[in-house]
C-alpha cells in the first residue's frame, strides 16, 4: 500500500478495503440469511412439535444445537481462517445449508433433527461471519451492526409471514424447511457480489487480543444479557398460560415483538453517536432486569404485552452499542468478531439455565434468572470501565 493509498484508507470510511455499498450490502445479506432461523424457530420448530416429529424436551435439544453451533461457526471461521475467497466461502456455505434444511424437511426421527440443525448451525455461523468480518473493518462498525440487524429482522418477519400464511399450512414443516433452502440457493446469486478478499485486520496475536480483562468482560456481559432475553423468551407462553393469557394471544405477542425489534434496531442506527455506550448498557440493562421482574409479579394481559414489546426493541437497540464496547475492549477488533458467538451462546445457554430453576407447573423462577442475568451484565460493564481505567494509566 503506497503513502497515498493509506491516506485515502484513514481518511475513508473503512479502516482497511473499500467495499461498494453493493458489496456491503451484499455480505450483510449473506449474514441475514444465516440468522434467519432466529425468527423462524417458533414456526418451524412449532410445527415439528405439532406434527409429532419431537417432544418438547428433543424440541428444545433441536433448537439449542443449533443456536450453540452457529456460535462455533460463526467463531471458527472468524478466528481461524483467513478473509480470502470470500465469494466461493459463502457459494459453499449457502449451498451447505440449503442441503441441511432439506435434510431436516425429510428427517423421521429427533436424532436426524439434531444432526441437521446442528450441520445447518455450522454452516450459517459461517455465513454470519461473512458479514461480522467486514462490519469490523469499518470505521462505523456501529452503524454498521445496525444496519445488519435491522436488515436481518426485517427478512426474518417477512418470511415467518410467509411461511405461516403459505408453505407450512399447504406443506407441514417440511415444507417451510424446503423454503428456507431455497432461499438460500437463490442467496448464491448474491454470493458473488461479496468482495472476494477481505483486507486483512491488524490482528497477528489473536486468541491475547481476546484474552484479557477488558476483552473478557465485555463479551461476558453481551452473553448474559442476551441468556437474560434467550430465557424469557423460550418460556413465553407457558408463562403466558401460567397468568391467564392463552397461546393464541402469546402468539401475537411473538409476531408484535419481531416487529419491535425493527424498531429497536432502525432507531438504534438512529441514535448510535449521539448515546454514549455505557449509559446505553446500563439503562437498557436495567430495563431489561425491572421487565423481567414485572413478568415474575404475576402481571395481567396490559403489563405482559408492554413487557413483551418493551424486551423486542431492547433486545437489538442494544447491539451497536455492545459493538462499540467491544471495539474499546479491543482496538484490533478481534473481539468484536466473536460477539456474535457471545450473543448466540447467551440465547442458547438461556433457556437451560433458566429450565433448571422450574418447579412442576411454577414457571416464575425463570424471569427472576432472567432478571439476574440482566443485572449481572450491568454489573460486568462496571467491571469493564474499571479494568479500562487502570489500562489506561499503564
Known amino acids: 500500500m503506497t503513502a497515498a493509498d493509506a491516506g485515502h484508507v484513514e481518511e475513508g470510511d473503512w479502516l482497511v478495503g473499500n467495499p461498494t455499498g453493493l458489496q456491503l450490502a451484499s455480505a450483510l445479506w449473506i449474514g441475514s440469511v444465516g440468522l434467519l432461523i432466529l425468527g423462524l424457530q417458533p414456526v418451524l420448530l412449532g410445527a415439528l412439535y405439532t406434527e409429532g416429529h419431537v417432544t418438547g424436551d428433543e424440541l428444545a435439544l433441536v433448537a439449542t444445537a443449533e443456536m450453540i453451533a452457529i456460535a462455533i461457526g460463526s467463531a471458527i471461521v472468524a478466528m481461524l481462517l483467513p478473509a480470502r475467497n470470500m465469494r466461493w466461502k459463502s457459494a459453499v456455505l449457502l449451498v451447505v445449508l440449503a442441503l441441511a434444511n432439506f435434510w431436516t424437511a425429510f428427517s423421521e426421527s429427533p436424532n ?16 454470519v461471519a461473512v458479514a461480522t468480518e467486514l462490519i469490523a473493518r469499518s470505521r462505523r462498525a456501529e452503524r454498521i451492526g445496525g444496519y445488519f440487524v435491522t436488515l436481518q429482522t426485517l427478512a426474518q418477519c417477512a418470511l415467518a409471514l410467509l411461511l405461516a400464511l403459505y408453505a407450512v399450512p399447504a406443506a407441514g414443516s417440511a415444507g417451510g424447511f424446503v423454503a428456507l433452502g431455497i432461499v438460500c440457493l437463490i442467496s448464491l ?3 458473488w457480489i461479496v468482495p472476494d478478499d477481505y483486507a486483512d485486520l491488524p490482528k497477528d496475536e489473536h486468541f491475547a487480543n481476546v484474552l484479557t480483562v477488558p476483552a473478557m468482560t465485555a463479551l461476558l456481559s453481551i452473553f448474559c444479557y442476551f441468556m437474560f432475553f434467550g430465557a424469557v423468551w423460550a418460556f413465553l407462553e407457558p408463562l403466558g398460560a401460567e397468568f391467564g393469557i392463552d397461546g393464541r394471544t402469546v402468539g401475537l405477542m411473538v409476531s408484535a415483538s419481531l416487529a419491535a425489534q425493527v424498531v429497536g434496531a432502525m432507531t438504534a442506527t438512529v441514535f448510535e453517536a449521539r448515546i454514549d455506550y455505557r449509559f446505553a448498557v446500563t439503562v437498557i440493562g436495567a430495563v431489561a432486569a425491572i421487565s423481567s421482574a414485572l413478568l415474575a409479579s404475576g402481571p395481567g394481559l396490559v403489563v405482559f404485552w408492554a413487557v413483551a414489546l418493551v424486551m423486542g426493541f431492547i433486545l437489538l437497540f442494544i447491539v451497536p452499542y455492545q459493538i462499540r464496547m467491544a471495539i474499546t475492549a479491543d482496538e484490533t477488533r478481534t473481539a468484536v468478531l466473536l460477539v456474535p458467538a457471545a450473543q448466540l451462546f447467551g440465547l442458547a445457554i438461556g433457556p437451560i439455565a433458566a429450565s433448571l430453576l422450574i418447579d412442576g407447573e411454577n414457571f416464575r423462577p ?19 470501565v474499571l479494568a479500562g481505567r487502570r489500562r489506561v494509566p499503564a
Do not use: D, K, N
Not at 436426524?112 to 455465513?127: K, Y
Not at 425463570?366 to 469493564?384: D, H, I, K, Q, R
Open 189 to 191: 446469486v448474491v454470493a
Open 366 to 384: 425463570v424471569p427472576e434468572f432472567a432478571a439476574a442475568s440482566a443485572l449481572a451484565s450491568v454489573a460486568l460493564l462496571g467491571v469493564f
Open 112 to 127: 436426524s433433527l439434531i444432526a441437521a440443525r446442528t450441520l445447518a448451525g455450522l454452516a450459517e455461523g459461517g455465513l
